[in-house]
């Protein structure tokens, strides 16, 4: 088939970071965190940086005015033209689904597939407390788990209504987690 293009949904904690590098490797598609472009922003001291550093730092989420365009230009980009993306930490709200479906009409492309990588609310709340990073205090990871319920969750029927959605459990050993994935896109893959 011609250029994957695969949008991962999963709580803070959910591990759909490491895994969407994985599978960007494996599958030679270009990984797009919003997080990580974001994070070099705030690094490197940029405008975008520093107006999204404090918004980062108490948990919320960035306009999504600014985002959409940050993810606009990256799409436009050639590489991802060349190899396709696998799309980690967006969309996150309505709009920011809508922008990207239209980004993509207008390019006369679709989503191959959006994955909800799911992991239950006690358990990633646990595995960040133990991965103590700098932005993951206690106050900040109850406000980003709860703006992912309530702005992200309404996305899972947004995708299910297109027929994208494909639910893979985010609990075991990180291999094991990377199978599950591997099976599914593997099946769209041979479907196509
Ligand atoms: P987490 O999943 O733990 O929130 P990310 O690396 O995905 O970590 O994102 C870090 C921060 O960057 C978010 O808390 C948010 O402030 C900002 N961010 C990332 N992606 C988006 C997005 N799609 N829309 C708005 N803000 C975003």
Redo the contacts with the bound molecule.
């Keep these: 088939m011609e250029n994957l293009r695969i949008v991962i949904l999963?709580?803070?904690?959910?591990g759909?970071?490491t895994q969407c590098l994985r599978l960007g490797e494996s599958y030679g598609v270009i990984h797009i965190?919003?997080?990580?472009?974001?994070?070099a922003a705030v690094e490197s001291q940029t405008e975008l940086g520093q107006k999204?550093k404090a918004?980062?730092d108490?948990?919320?989420?960035?306009?999504?005015e600014?985002?959409n365009a940050i993810?606009a230009q990256r799409i436009g980009m050639n590489d991802v033209s060349e190899n396709g993306f696998i799309l980690?930490?967006?969309?996150?709200?309505a709009s920011?689904a809508q922008a990207l479906e239209e980004e993509l009409l207008v390019k006369g492309l679709k989503l191959d597939l959006a994955i909800n990588l799911e992991v239950p609310v006690s358990e990633v709340t646990q595995r960040?407390l133990d991965r103590s990073?700098a932005?993951?205090t206690e106050e900040?990871?109850r406000r980003?788990l709860e703006?992912?319920e309530n702005e992200t969750t309404p996305l899972l029927e947004w995708f299910e209504d297109r027929n994208n959605l494909v639910v893979v459990s985010g609990l075991g050993p990180e291999d094991e987690v990377f199978s599950r994935l591997k099976g599914v896109i593997d099946g769209i893959i041979s479907e196509n």
Excluded: E, F, N, W
């Design positions: 999963g709580r803070q904690g959910s759909k970071g965190s919003t997080g990580d472009m974001l994070r999204a918004i980062m108490a948990g919320d989420l960035v306009s999504d600014i985002i993810v980690d930490g967006y969309p996150r709200t920011q960040m990073r932005d993951d900040a990871i980003r703006i992912y």
